[in-house]
């Protein structure tokens, strides 16, 4: 079955970028979307976006000033990057395959960013 | 976009039902059948339990239900098993947009 991984930087310095890759097993990122999702520590998630395998991306309002999601097809990988991060953006950071009626998965493990000086 | 509300806390003794809120506007909950529900165990991650608003996915089981009425949907768990417990969150398409629910932890008496 798929499985999705998260990796990238565990800390970031704030007004940096956030990069995260999301690694896809077990299937193609062929004829799928996939999606960012984060979650703030003892919090609710958050939409972040959502990409295509052919690159057509959507982006939550809120952050849509600061987010890039691309994917590479030939490493079964999309990415996140997410520029001048601050405190508020520290949170477990999840990727996922969307799923029928634009729901969300499988899920990644998540990964912990934090953003501190 | 605000959040969807979802009531903090909901509880009951095993093998009793529950239902937990979703309540939303005419631009999410009320405006498609997209709504989606997660579980999600401490230190876990999400897990999808219903999918347009009544649909399960292949393992999940048929103790876990979802309705829509109006812009509030809702998430009935049947029969309730100490495994339940955990919190639950919901989901909405809104357009160009996609919000969660502030999520509501279960706990199983």
């Known amino acids: 079955q798929v499985q999705l991984q998260e990796s990238g930087p565990r800390l970031v310095k704030p007004s940096e970028t956030l990069s995260l890759t999301c690694t896809v097993s077990?299937?193609?990122?062929?004829?799928?979307?996939w999606s960012w999702i984060r979650q703030p520590p003892g919090k609710g998630l958050e939409w972040i976006g959502y990409?295509?395998?052919?690159?057509?991306?959507s982006y939550n309002p809120s952050l849509k000033s600061r987010i890039t999601i691309s994917v590479d097809t030939s490493k079964n990988q999309f990415s996140l990057k997410l520029t001048s991060v601050t405190a508020a953006d520290t949170a477990v950071y999840y990727c996922?395959?969307?799923?029928?009626?634009?729901?969300?998965?499988?899920w990644g493990q998540g990964t912990l960013v934090t953003v501190s000086s | 976009q605000s959040a969807l509300t979802q009531p903090p806390s909901a509880s009951g003794s095993p093998g009793q039902s529950v239902t937990i809120s979703c309540t939303g506007t005419?631009?999410?909950?009320?405006?498609?059948?997209?709504v989606s529900w997660y579980q999600q165990h401490p230190g876990k991650a999400p897990k999808l339990i219903i999918y347009?608003?009544?649909k399960r996915p292949s393992g999940v089981p048929d103790r876990f239900s979802g309705s829509k009425s109006g812009n509030t949907a809702s998430l009935t768990v049947s029969g309730l098993q100490a495994e339940d417990e955990a919190d639950y969150y919901c989901?909405?398409?809104?357009?160009?947009?996609?919000?969660f629910g502030g999520g509501t932890k279960l706990t199983v008496l």
């Open positions: 996922a395959r969307v799923a029928g009626g634009y729901s969300y998965g499988p």
């Open positions: 077990g299937g193609s990122i062929s004829n799928y979307y």
């Open positions: 990409i295509y395998y052919t690159g057509s991306t």
């Open positions: 005419s631009s999410d909950v009320g405006g498609y059948n997209y």
């Open positions: 347009e608003v009544s």
């Open positions: 989901n909405s398409y809104a357009g160009s947009n996609r919000v």
